[in-house]
């Protein structure tokens, strides 16, 4: 990361799970982000705890050799946001502009999995839409007015992350709408950073399975095996996957991680069902 500007960042999903801790690792070493979310309390609470991370963080346990900045001139802004109207997508970007001037980062989070265990048979045409609305569908609004914005700005340029999921791979039992966005958002990520590279906008993907959220809190329990058993899954700290997107972000555009795939060892990914 260049020390010599803070870098700036928006984090959509801000409020919960991996967005959250992607957020909160952000700010405590040094980026200033824009927390994005459908509840604004959840968002003041990550700012919270991004707070109380970086008050306690010496430079060594910040992740930055002792004499480097830590964070101190970090700065968090929280915009309410349904990424799926384009109308509240376009006020989070202008706000993230008029506050911090630029865009350095988008890490494009916000998704649902919708009704869990629905039959497809069953699956209302509604929910249907509301995952695609949510996870593609705001996934692309976030990544336009982002790849807009970089491609303006001066100097130009800038990263985009998606955050696909294992899905992305291979689906889970009766999971068709959301695996199917999945699959989309890899897509979206290949044509990113096809288009981009006139604009030094780069795209990447990291693939996600079983980190410890309230998403994945049923795994340690018992989760839809494709042999039709239930069984539990191991999950792993979401700390692990907030330093690995930060890694990612924080490599100079003349780097990308096109794809990654960060999982709990020892899941049902790799090998047969």
Request: hydrophobic share 40%; proline share 5%; with cysteine.
């Amino acid at each position: 990361m260049d020390t010599h500007r803070t870098k700036i960042a928006i984090v959509t999903g801000a409020g919960s799970g991996i967005g959250r801790a992607v957020a909160v690792e952000l700010l405590r070493t040094g980026w200033s982000v824009t927390l994005a979310g459908r509840r604004a309390e959840r968002l003041e609470e990550t700012a919270a705890l991004a707070r109380a991370a970086l008050a306690d963080a010496s430079p060594v346990a910040a992740g930055k050799p002792a004499g480097e900045p830590t964070g101190e001139t970090s700065t968090s802004l929280c915009v309410r946001t349904d990424v799926a109207r384009p109308e509240e997508v376009a006020a989070l970007f202008a706000a993230t502009r008029n506050r911090f001037g630029r865009l350095d980062l988008l890490f494009n989070n916000a998704g649902t999995f919708g009704p869990g265990g629905v039959p497809f048979e069953d699956l209302p045409y509604e929910a249907w839409r509301h995952v695609v609305g949510t996870n593609l569908d705001g996934a692309f609004l976030c990544a336009q007015a982002a790849y807009r914005q970089m491609k303006e700005q001066d100097p130009q340029g800038g990263r985009i992350i998606n955050n696909g999921s294992i899905s992305a791979h291979t689906p889970r039992p009766r999971s068709a709408a959301y695996t199917a966005t999945k699959h989309a958002l890899t897509g979206l990520t290949k044509s990113l950073s096809l288009d981009g590279r006139p604009y030094r906008i780069v795209c990447g993907q990291i693939d996600i399975g079983n980190a410890a959220t309230d998403m994945t809190e049923r795994m340690t329990t018992g989760a839809l095996q494709a042999n039709g058993e239930t069984a539990p899954e191991p999950v792993m700290d979401v700390a692990d996957v907030a330093r690995t997107v930060r890694h990612m972000a924080e490599l100079p555009l003349e780097a990308n991680v096109q794809f990654a795939t960060v999982l709990a060892s020892g899941m049902p990914y790799v090998g047969r069902g």
